[in-house]
């Protein structure tokens, strides 16, 4: 295996590519599959095998969750104050290997190296945030029940599973288990069989900071298999699952099964409402960086472009203009704007959406086809834009590649109707410099959030979740998070 890359590799990268196949990272140690099977790991920006993982039995997973579960009771047991300083550490240690993380992420993911350095300092944040959040939480809190003397008293829950995609493998591990681990429960995560690199530098790197054996445990291989297996265990206390709705729904069922809690992150086929008094030319911009971010492999990204037909013609040249400009390259190639999509699978579905778009109807503006890149022949789009009727199956599908489908609209209402006639519900954006409309529609827009004049915004402490197709359960990043992780017990004592 070698890996074929613009720029050298970090030597603390060639050094973790070096020690490939992966086990599995389970209680403190590796962990392999006993029968052997492995499964590749792509570049996608070269389309070269540059590692293997181990791909795990449903029994080697279940004896994982049992091994989180052991570890339960004294990780859970440490106070407050000596738990979040243990997790600290690990995030300083995270922040420190920032480099070598985010260039295993862009060689795995097809990351572009800059934007993977910000997921890395995402997990960062996000595990700072909670642990802060968690050293604030009343263990006993007194329920006010005239006659009674009650309390709350909440504790974590044991050993949680985490299900997550390919297309932010390190930042939304830190949005999944932080959370949980600050709150005192231990964690199995199953990352996707693409991208599981990162997941198992993790949990390596949590071992050598001291997080204690079994807290934070990495179980790989196939959805079929491993994910199946562990969405099934009956001895996981909650699952979190983030991907498609396919799956999400099988996972979901699993879990009812087991009466299981379980929360959904799921896909999304997001809208941006673009009125007339905008400045066209940067909202065109901020609109085409966003669908192009990571490829557009990103759920809450607008997909459908509603452009108020008075500046509808303008809005597409700038938008063709720009997108156009973007240099499509290797994620390692410092020069690139955008790179590949993740696997040869997704580049089909996406370049079949984009025909069978067509063939419906829809007209291609800008790119609609497969990028050239001088000295790779990794999973390369262009920038696309198409443009028709919304009942384009173009329009109604999550296609997850940089395309984005455009329609006029003439008024606010026709507008609304237009981004909640859709069976996801994540996220959408309105841009205007009308503040009162601007807060009409968002509101009226059906999903879990709805952002003015930007897209694809997160902050710490701000909900981030789905409704409808998009989710449910809960979401991620806030404070709610975290009280998700602690079950509840109502203590009463009547009194006299
Ligand atoms: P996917 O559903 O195919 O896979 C997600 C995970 O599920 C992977 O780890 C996979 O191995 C596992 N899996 C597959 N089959 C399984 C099964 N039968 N049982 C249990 N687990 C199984 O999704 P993907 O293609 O990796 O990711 C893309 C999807 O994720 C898109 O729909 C995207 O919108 C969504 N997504 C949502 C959010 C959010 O926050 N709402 C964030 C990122 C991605």
């Not at 204690?212 to 790989?220: A, C, E, L, M, R």
């Not at 396919?246 to 809208?271: H, I, T, W």
Request: charged share 20%; net charge negative.
């Amino acid at each position: 295996m070698s890996v074929t890359a613009p720029t050298k590799l970090l030597p603390e990268v060639e050094a973790f590519l070096s020690q490939s196949p992966y086990p599995c990272f389970v209680g403190g140690q590796n962990f392999p599959a006993a029968s052997g099977d492995t499964i590749a790991t792509i570049d996608p920006g070269s389309g070269d095998q540059i590692a293997e993982i181990h791909d795990l039995s449903a029994d080697e997973v279940d004896r994982a969750v049992e091994i989180a579960a052991g570890a339960f009771p004294a990780w859970s047991a440490l106070s407050q104050k000596d738990r979040g300083a243990i997790l600290m550490r690990l995030a300083d240690a995270v922040e420190q290997h920032k480099p070598v993380i985010a260039q295993i992420e862009a060689l795995d993911a097809g990351k572009i190296e800059a934007q993977a350095q910000g997921d890395v300092q995402n997990l960062v944040d996000t595990l700072r945030y909670f642990v802060k959040l968690a050293g604030n939480v009343e263990t006993r809190e007194k329920i006010d029940a005239p006659g009674f003397d009650a309390w709350k008293y909440r504790q974590p829950w044991g050993a949680c599973a985490f299900i997550f995609p390919w297309n932010f493998p390190f930042l939304l591990i830190g949005w999944g288990i932080s959370p949980a681990l600050a709150a005192g429960n231990t964690v199995v995560i199953k990352p996707a069989e693409d991208t599981s690199l990162s997941a198992i530098y993790l949990a390596r790197l949590a071992k050598e900071v001291g997080v204690p054996d079994g807290v934070i445990n990495v179980i790989t291989g196939s959805g079929a298999r491993a994910g199946a297996a562990l969405s099934n265990n009956s001895q996981i206390k909650r699952m979190s699952f983030t991907g498609s709705p396919e799956v999400g729904r099988m996972v979901g069922e699993a879990c009812g099964r087991n009466l299981v809690p379980v929360k959904l992150e799921l896909g999304g086929k997001g809208a941006a409402v673009v009125f007339d008094d905008v400045d066209v030319a940067e909202t065109a911009e901020k609109l085409v960086n966003a669908i192009t971010f990571h490829s557009g492999q990103v759920c809450c990204d607008a997909t459908r472009w509603l452009v108020q037909d008075t500046i509808y013609d303008e809005f597409v040249q700038e938008c063709t203009t720009r997108m156009k400009k973007l240099r499509v390259g290797h994620p390692l190639d410092p020069a690139s704007d955008m790179g590949p999509v993740v696997n040869a699978k997704q580049c089909s579905r996406v370049l079949g959406y984009l025909e069978k778009g067509q063939s419906g109807g829809a007209e291609c503006l800008c790119g609609g086809d497969e990028a050239e890149v001088e000295g790779f022949t990794g999973h390369y789009i262009k920038p696309t834009l198409l443009a028709g009727s919304l009942d384009n199956v173009a329009a109604q599908d999550e296609i997850f590649g940089p395309v984005a489908y455009l329609t006029k609209f003439a008024s606010e209402d026709q507008a609304i109707e237009m981004v909640n006639d859709t069976d996801y519900g994540l996220a959408n954006s309105v841009w205007t410099e009308d503040d009162k409309r601007a807060a009409r529609v968002a509101e009226a827009m059906v999903a879990g959030n709805s952002w003015i004049n930007a897209h694809n915004v997160f902050a710490q402490g701000v909900p981030y979740g789905g409704v409808n197709k998009s989710g449910m359960g809960g979401g991620v990043l806030s404070p709610e998070t975290l009280m998700d992780y602690y079950r509840s017990t109502s203590v009463v004592r009547p009194l006299g």
